[in-house]
């Protein structure tokens, strides 16, 4: 299983960025698909999942209405895009997958979002 995040970078307060994890190594359109993020001195948190079929999604509250989660399965990739980013998602973010809930789960290297003007 391999999972590559793209798509960080720097941005101002209020503007948007998409986040992509291209995976590959097992069969992506079985898999549900998550974005995580972990800021400097807290704990890694949950900020968006896609059921693997993309018709059920889930959002920390601190993102719903901002963030939106999608996936493309013949093209094996998940998305965040992010919009009105707020100093306070900054962090590194992560792709997350797994087959079902209690099963092995695989992270991807991260991708770093700085939100600064």
């Known amino acids: 299983v391999q999972l590559v995040e793209s798509g960080g970078g720097l941005v101002q307060p209020g503007g948007s960025l998409r986040l992509s994890c291209a995976a590959s190594g097992f069969i992506f359109s079985t898999y549900v698909m998550s974005w995580y993020r972990q800021a400097s001195g807290k704990e890694r948190e949950l900020v968006a999942r896609i059921s693997s079929g993309g018709g059920s999604t889930d959002y920390a509250d601190s993102v719903k209405g901002r963030f939106a989660i999608s996936r493309d399965n013949v093209k094996k990739i998940v998305y965040l895009q992010m919009n009105s980013l707020k100093p306070e998602d900054t962090a590194v973010y992560y792709c997350?997958?797994?087959?079902?809930?209690?099963?092995?789960?695989?992270w991807g290297q991260g991708t770093q979002v700085i939100v600064s003007s």
């Open positions: 997350n997958t797994y087959r079902a809930r209690g099963s092995r789960e695989y």
